[in-house]
């Protein structure tokens, strides 16, 4: 029988995170800069919203970063995570094309948000904190928050943007279960929150909207630690354990990937799976072609620009440099709640800016249409966001087809989708649109992002 799943031993579990930043050319550029003074980001000024060792991790220049060992033994759980090689899905296509995919699904939490939701817990509770507090689009890295706390005897709260609050009912029972309080966004719990529901009552929420309620909730209460679930640089590195592992799985297979696909909303899953192949490549390693998926009714990387804007609509946090739509944006309710990001992680628009990534979008029924196509063939139902990254690695192994080329391709399958059958529910019943984003949404948004800061 063809061997079809690459999992390593526990003993393999990677010790380290990697930080690509010690292998991207230097830049004068600084990733975030005070809105107040538009010089960078002071250590002190950092430390007023994350641990020590967090701040060194998002400043940091090294390649490494040591995980302590209270965090690899929780890693332990479920990690090393597997890789599989899609035969079944490659005989449906009827393509040359070798396909692999690193399942994240296997976590407690059904996706790859706890690889960086208990560092942050573990580092928040060394600095004295008791809870925690954050936002969350679709419910993925809430739950991974929630679970992170219970892990270290935290409280947590959680803002929840409302339109995936109302889609997505089991993943606030999850979040409750592992003992957090689930809040939908905009609320009246917050000023930030008031103020949007005053301008819009209906207001579906935002990434951006729930990220000014959680800092809000922060900032006003020293007992509570703020965390993210993406974006940041720190977060962006405890992902890499997913590609250090794909790297060694993917030497058991006795291959290479030619191409490496994510789905892209903050950039954490994508960079997760693609950052130690670039690395490789940046010295002096084999190339690999990087494909950054997105929604086409959230096109971050595809339609925004490059500039330095809020990552929260309230604008109580820094400007980052990243690819932005704006951070008064709302994008239309599609059901791959988790890709709704104005901006993403300014490491990810600098690996982009280096040519290191291609962004494309894709519109909602044709990711259903691949996830069903993957769950009939390979037996996992894939998560809405990850059906992204499905849909572009099944028209590259079409493009091998077409080509008579035998390429493989790895994509990273970043959760299941068991607690989005509402979804699939509607996606059967021909209730979903193909939603694109207005034209006049961009241009109104775009106005929000700010003039260059002075530096």
């Known amino acids: 029988m063809e061997k079809i799943k690459f999992q390593l031993d526990e003993k393999d579990l990677p010790a380290t995170w990697y930080n690509i930043v010690a292998d991207l050319p230097e830049t004068d550029e600084p990733a975030a800069v005070s809105p107040t003074t538009g010089k960078p980001l002071t250590r002190d000024e950092l430390l007023q919203v994350m641990p020590e060792q967090l701040v060194e991790q998002e400043t940091s ?203 892209s909303g903050g950039g954490s899953n994508l960079a997760g799976l693609s950052f130690p192949f670039l690395g490789e490549q940046l010295r002096g390693g084999p190339a690999v072609r990087v494909i950054a998926v997105e929604p086409a009714a959230c096109p971050t990387l595809t339609k925004g620009s490059i500039a330095y804007d809020y990552s929260d609509t309230g604008r109580l946090g820094p400007l980052f440099r990243m690819h932005t739509l704006g951070h008064t944006f709302v994008p239309p309710p599609v059901h791959a709640g988790g890709l709704r990001a104005h901006g993403i992680g300014p490491l990810i628009s600098r690996a982009i800016e280096e040519r290191l990534i291609d962004p494309i979008a894709v519109g909602q029924l044709g990711c259903f249409e691949a996830g069903v196509q993957f769950a009939r063939t390979e037996g996992i139902l894939p998560a809405p966001e990850s059906t992204h990254a499905i849909r572009a690695a099944i028209d590259e192994a079409k493009r091998c087809r077409e080509e008579g080329q035998s390429r493989a391709i790895l994509f990273g399958l970043s959760g299941h989708g068991h607690f989005d059958l509402t979804a699939y529910d509607k996606y059967f019943a021909g209730q979903l649109d193909d939603e694109t984003v207005d034209e006049d949404a961009l241009t109104r948004a775009s106005a929000s992002i700010p003039e260059a800061p002075l530096r």
């Open 61 to 263: 220049t090294e390649r490494e970063f040591e995980i302590p060992e209270p965090v690899r033994q929780l890693y332990a759980q479920w990690r090393p995570s597997p890789l599989f090689r899609a035969r079944r899905l490659e005989r449906a296509l009827d393509t040359p094309a070798r396909i692999y995919y690193k399942y994240e699904g296997v976590a407690p939490t059904g996706s790859h948000k706890p690889n960086t939701g208990i560092p942050q817990a573990y580092y928040n509770k060394l600095a004295g904190k008791t809870g925690l507090v954050t936002e969350t689009g679709a419910g993925q890295w809430g739950s991974a928050a929630a679970l992170s706390a219970s892990f270290f005897g935290m409280t947590a709260k959680v803002f929840m943007v409302k339109v995936s609050f109302q889609q997505k009912p089991y993943r606030r029972a999850l979040m409750e279960s592992f003992g957090a309080v689930c809040i939908p966004s905009p609320s009246i719990e917050t000023a930030a929150g008031r103020a949007i529901l005053a301008a819009d009552p209906d207001s579906p929420g935002s990434l951006g909207i729930a990220t000014s309620e959680a800092l809000e909730v922060a900032a006003q209460d020293p007992t509570l630690g703020y965390t993210l679930g993406s974006a940041a640089n720190h977060v962006l590195a405890h992902q890499t354990v997913i590609g250090q592992e794909a790297l060694r799985q993917m030497a058991m297979a006795d291959d290479y990937p030619d191409i490496v696909i994510g789905c």
